[in-house]
Nanobody, 123 residues
Framework: QVQLVESGGGLVQAGGSLRLSCAAS????????MGWFRQAPGKEREFVAA????????YYGDSVKGRFTISRDNAKNTVYLQMNSLKPEDTGVYYC????????????????WGQGTQVTVSS
């Protein structure tokens, strides 16, 4: 079992930045592809970013490309999401996820999910 705990969310003005963290416990995340998803009120969950086991390959949703950066520190069992140039449409609950399969993860079928952290971007 892998437990994932997100942190770093909050209220920020448009144009600002936030850095989310996802701390894992139970097992090392070095065996898992890791990702971030988000869900806005009344909307379906949306893929934000994913990173391969080694960190050598990253993937991004079209709406965040060029603004968000996913990274990982396997020694610290932690994944990060640096969010810059935030927009009101980035508002939502951000979830960390882990999967043994990269394609499964990116399609939203993760093995493990965190409880989420709220990000609110004011205009």
């Amino acid at each position: 079992q892998v437990q994932l705990v997100e942190s770093g969310g909050g209220l920020v003005q448009a144009g600002g930045s936030l850095r989310l963290s996802c701390a894992a416990s139970g097992r090392t995340i070095s065996s898992y592809d890791m990702g971030w998803f988000r869900q806005a009120p009344g909307k379906e969950r949306e893929f934000v970013a994913a990173i391969s086991r080694s960190g050598g390959t990253t993937y991004y949703g079209d709406s965040v490309k060029g603004r968000f950066t996913i990274s990982r520190d396997n020694a610290k069992n932690t994944v990060y999401l640096q969010m810059n140039s935030l927009k009101p449409e980035d508002t939502g609950v951000y979830y960390c996820a882990a999967s043994l399969s990269g394609p499964e993860l990116r399609s939203g079928r993760a093995d493990y999910w965190g409880q989420g952290t709220q990000v609110t971007v004011s205009s």
